[in-house]
């Protein structure tokens, strides 16, 4: 049973350009989250979807960041017109359905993102 | 507002020895912990979880302690070994199910 993938690993963009971070959650799994880590820091939540649905976006800029899990297909973090700052670590996680309240979240290896 | 925190930002221990890593929290709310492991480059690994009607759990070599009326959860890490070395957070979760993570201490084993 394979783990929550993220694809790419490494991303290389220059400012201004387009950033599109992929994740596939664990076979079963049906809510995807979005971390975003920045260099010697924890992660911060940015996005919590469930299929086809924003369940919470508080952590999410308002404005070049996007999110979406469809109903077929992996979860997209895209981040429009990318500046230095959005450099980090984005981390995907996947949890089951829920179950007696526990949501142990399974993390996928991250994409780190540098934009030069 | 709500933050979860740890006190130290290192820690080395000696190899065999028993480590103990802290943490803090502050928003009373919250219902379920979890302390998870990050190697360099990697995504963090679950370790250990507890839910707040406990106040110890136990898994191997692994001990989670939650006084929640310090809003205080430890991690103990018995006979440390060179590949505990990493960086290890607490969390929690809330009803609205997203995490909230510490900032991370590093733990350093000495061979």
């Known amino acids: 049973n394979a783990g929550v993938m993220q694809n790419p690993r490494h991303l290389v963009r220059r400012r201004g350009q387009e950033a599109r971070l992929r994740c596939s959650p664990m076979?079963?799994?049906?809510?995807v989250y979005w971390y975003r880590q920045l260099p010697e820091e924890g992660l911060k939540f940015m996005v919590y979807l469930q299929k086809e649905n924003i369940i919470d976006e508080s952590g999410m800029p308002k404005e070049r960041f996007s999110a979406e899990f469809p109903k077929e297909g992996p979860s997209i973090l895209r981040i429009q017109q990318v500046v230095r700052g959005d450099s980090a670590a984005y981390f995907c996680?996947?949890?089951?359905?829920?179950?007696?309240?526990?949501?142990?979240?399974?993390f996928g290896p991250g994409t780190r993102l540098t934009v030069l | 507002g709500e933050n979860v925190g740890l006190h130290l930002p290192t820690l080395s221990v000696q190899e065999g020895d028993n480590s103990i890593i802290n943490c803090a929290y502050s928003n009373s709310a919250s219902d379920y912990f979890i302390w998870y492991k990050q190697e360099s480059g990697k995504g963090p690994q679950f370790i250990i979880d507890i839910r707040s009607n406990m106040d110890k759990r136990q898994g191997q070599r692994v001990t989670v302690l939650l006084n929640k009326t310090v809003k205080h959860l430890s991690l103990q890490i018995a006979a440390t070994q060179p590949g505990d070395s990493a960086v290890y957070f607490c969390?929690?979760?809330?009803?609205?199910?997203?995490?909230?993570f510490g900032k991370g201490i590093t733990l350093s084993v000495r061979p």
């Open positions: 996680a996947s949890s089951p359905p829920f179950s007696g309240g526990d949501n142990e979240q399974f």
């Open positions: 969390a929690e979760n809330s009803a609205n199910s997203k995490l909230t």
């Open positions: 076979k079963g799994h049906s809510h």
